[in-house]
């Protein structure tokens, strides 16, 4: 009794150890969610006087300069290696490629619709990547996220300011992004969180350098005013470099699919400000997919309820209920 008392009491204390870790990895995703579901709509703004790659470079150059020098103060250097610069060429330099171009081409609520789909995308890689496994449940939101993200791709032709182009490049930047949160729960988990993001964000910046010096050859930088540095800022301050650090911290004790879940929130905020800052319309075709997207997505990554199965003892036998 003893040694059963003595194991009980390690179990509970190994789980009242582990839930305030857990809740603020929630709290962070949560926000990091917020912050990026109003990145689409400050990108937007910015792109019209930034190229695209040479704003994602200066974005993360100020971002870096901020992060590392919270990497000093802990006394730690950057995580560095082949899985980190993975890192760096998914969640930085293919997915800036493919969202902000896919930005000059369609609208802010469409690019955050389609955005919405990632869960199910991360579900399918770390099915794939990871071996988990996709339920009828999974399988039936994937099929619904899907279809959704089908219809904002059709409706394109009736948005104004969206094309199909846009709405295909934002699509790759959302596979980029699956990989990313699938590849930051495998080398991070457990990890130093800063030190992996600020390893991450040197790898983007020296693939992104090559694009941004000919971006700047071929087309040139525009006059810049006071609003388009406070843009810029909030998007390294934001976007950049307080959201990725918050994600990062919270896939160190969520799982990859089910850290993908609070993404759920981007939608919603990126919607409200486009419509709000941009003043975007959203069509009912537009509005259904996303509201699909949704729905799938929280199918695709979701736990149901576990059965509560009890018994009961009559005669001598035991019954289940």
């Not at 890192?87 to 081409?105: A, D, E, R």
């Not at 988990?132 to 996220?145: C, D, K, N, P």
């Not at 003043?279 to 199918?299: C, K």
């Amino acid at each position: 009794m003893a040694l059963v008392s003595a194991s009980v009491q390690s179990r509970l204390q190994r789980t009242r150890a582990r839930v305030p870790a857990r809740s603020a990895a929630v709290a962070a995703l949560l926000a990091a969610a917020c912050i990026w579901g109003s990145a689409a709509v400050a990108t937007k703004s910015a792109l019209a006087y930034w190229p695209p790659m040479t704003l994602a470079f200066v974005r993360w150059s100020i971002a870096l300069a901020i992060l590392l020098a919270l990497l000093r103060r802990s006394g730690t250097r950057p995580a560095h290696g082949p899985g980190v610069a993975m890192l760096g060429l998914t969640g930085l330099l293919l997915f800036y490629v493919f969202y902000s171009w896919g930005l000059k081409h369609t609208t802010a609520a469409s690019a955050t619709l389609i955005g919405g789909g990632t869960p199910v995308i991360v579900a399918i890689v770390s099915a794939v990547a990871l071996g988990e496994h996709i339920s009828g449940r999974r399988a039936l939101g994937i099929l619904t996220s899907l279809l959704g993200v089908a219809a904002i791709v059709v409706a394109s032709g009736s948005t104004v300011g969206a094309s199909l182009l846009g709405n295909l490049l934002i699509l790759g930047s959302s596979a980029n992004w699956a990989l990313y949160t699938v590849l930051s729960r495998r080398f991070g988990a457990g990890g130093n969180a800063l030190a992996t993001l600020v390893g991450t964000a040197i790898y983007g910046l020296l693939f992104m350098l090559p694009l941004a010096i000919v971006e700047l050859v071929v087309s040139g930088l525009g006059p810049i005013t006071l609003h388009d540095v406070a843009v810029t800022l909030y998007l390294s301050l934001g976007p950049s470099a307080a959201a990725y650090l918050l994600w990062s911290y919270g896939l160190t004790q969520v799982e990859a699919s089910q850290a993908a879940v609070y993404g759920n929130l981007m939608p919603l905020v990126g919607v409200v400000l486009a419509a709000v800052l941009l003043d975007e319309s959203i069509t009912w075709m537009v509005f259904a997919g996303g509201f699909a997207i949704i729905a799938g997505a929280w199918l695709a990554t979701s736990r149901p309820r576990p059965k509560i199965v009890r018994t009961c003892t009559e005669g001598g036998q035991r019954w289940l209920r």
